[in-house]
């Protein structure tokens, strides 16, 4: 039967249709959102949940934020995209302000992580050509365990999740992979001919994996004193996630390319960059990269206001506070079935023991109580609620855990 009109609510037709004509590369909780507010969003029966996703920390500012909003509406009537063969009025801007609040000195503009990943890594093996003098064709790259970096073939090709790279070769060669949070096989990797060391400072897609304390220190002195460009990948734990602007914070150092994007538009909009410390990012002439919507003025506009609600609102400094509550909470929670509760600012997960019956039925019991979070993997619940939660707020999500933890 494929009658689709039979469907009786609503939400069930919505459904049946994406089940009908969707490639079926994901497998979503059943809520049919309609509607975003702040920390809340609403689905097309009228019900109300809080998200604790913020779509995979895109959303950090809230849902549907009124000066982004302000901001996207007023530019989208007025030029919306030039392409790169002209200039246009706000991309000067986004540039002055990100270089500014990160303390960067060059910002390259992308539209989506992946292209963000990419371009860090073409930048990185050029800078090993032009500038280290590693012999053509044979640049190195080093990353690690249970990576997320996006999706594109050369990324999936250094993966070690099979679900993500089978079938999808053959890959790029140039890559090694090292585990995660071991210094000492950092070390070891490094070679002659080894250009980059690219890292998240938490894994967010592995289950909010937080490396050994120091890992990320030693990490910046191997690759300054091997001459290797540390690229942090920060486009998960980057804006306000753990606590701070950046995760690299915690540790003290600087990337010499720093990757952002999700929050970097507050969930409007498709916009990355690609930040560089150092001269890296003069390897790059006029024609040698690009993106027809990299750096557009609507892109522009929307991150300009991101950012400014990021800092004006001060939604860093409230992740840490009000997330040290939330751990706190889960933390005291005393339930069988949990074997960690583990994270950084608003960057949260907790962890089931391999018998607790599997994340996903504690995330469809927190749906029916009002609350969406997604499982990564099996047996973790990853807890990313947006930047703007309060501490009433964060004391419900503890206790909706509380209750539907087994
Ligand atoms: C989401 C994510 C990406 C990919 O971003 P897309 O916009 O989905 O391409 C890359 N790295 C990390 C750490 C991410 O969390």
């Not at 994406?18 to 609403?42: F, H, M, S």
């Not at 073939?153 to 993500?164: E, K, L, N, Q, R």
């Not at 050994?212 to 804006?239: F, H, M, S, W």
């Not at 993997?377 to 703007?388: G, M, N, Q, V």
Request: hydrophobic share 40%; charged share 20%.
């Amino acid at each position: 039967m494929n009658d689709i009109s039979l469907h009786r609510s609503p939400a069930d037709h919505l459904i049946a249709l994406e089940a009908l004509y969707g490639a079926k590369n994901y497998k979503p909780l059943d809520v049919v959102l309609t509607r975003g507010e702040g920390v809340w969003v609403w689905d097309v029966d009228g019900r109300r949940y809080m998200d604790c996703l913020s779509a995979y920390s895109a959303v950090n500012q809230g849902h549907c934020h009124p000066k982004i909003l302000q901001a996207m509406t007023e530019q989208a009537s007025r030029l919306t995209l030039t392409s790169r063969a002209f200039r246009n009025d706000q991309l000067p801007l986004l540039y002055e302000e990100l270089c500014a609040l990160t303390g960067s000195h060059k910002m390259l503009p992308m539209n989506s992580g992946a292209e963000a990943v990419e371009t860090a890594l073409k930048v990185a093996r050029k800078w090993g050509y032009e500038v280290k003098g590693v012999p053509d064709g044979q640049a190195e790259i080093i990353v690690a365990s249970e990576n997320f970096h996006g999706r594109t073939v050369a990324i999936v090709g250094f993966s070690t999740d099979p679900a993500s790279r089978g079938g999808f070769g053959p890959f790029a060669p140039g890559f090694k992979v090292v585990p995660y949070g071991d210094t000492e096989a950092l070390e070891a990797a490094i070679g002659p001919n080894t250009v980059a060391v690219l890292l998240e400072p938490i894994q967010g897609e592995a289950g909010v994996i937080i490396p050994p304390a120091g890992y990320l220190k030693r990490a910046r002195e191997l690759c300054t004193r091997e001459n290797v460009i540390l690229i942090l990948d920060e486009i998960q734990t980057g804006l306000g996630r753990t606590g701070k602007l950046l995760a690299e914070e915690h540790e003290g150092i600087e990337a010499d390319l720093t990757l952002i994007g999700k929050a970097l538009s507050g969930g409007f909009y498709p916009v990355s960059a690609v930040l560089s410390n150092s001269e890296v990012m003069s390897v790059l002439h006029p024609g040698e990269h690009g993106s027809t919507f990299g750096g557009n003025p609507l892109a522009c506009a929307v991150a300009r206001a991101a950012l400014r609600v990021l800092t004006e609102e001060g939604l860093i400094d409230n992740a840490a506070r009000v997330g040290a509550r939330l751990k706190a909470n889960l933390s005291a929670i005393d339930a069988a079935s949990v074997k960690e509760v583990r994270g950084r600012g608003l960057m949260l997960a907790v962890e089931l023991h391999r018998d607790a019956g599997g994340a996903r039925r504690v995330c469809e019991d927190l749906q029916r109580r009002g609350l969406l979070a997604k499982e990564t993997h099996e047996h973790t619940i990853r807890i990313a609620p947006p930047l703007i939660l309060d501490d009433s707020q964060a004391d419900w999500i503890a206790e909706q855990f509380a209750a539907a933890l087994p």
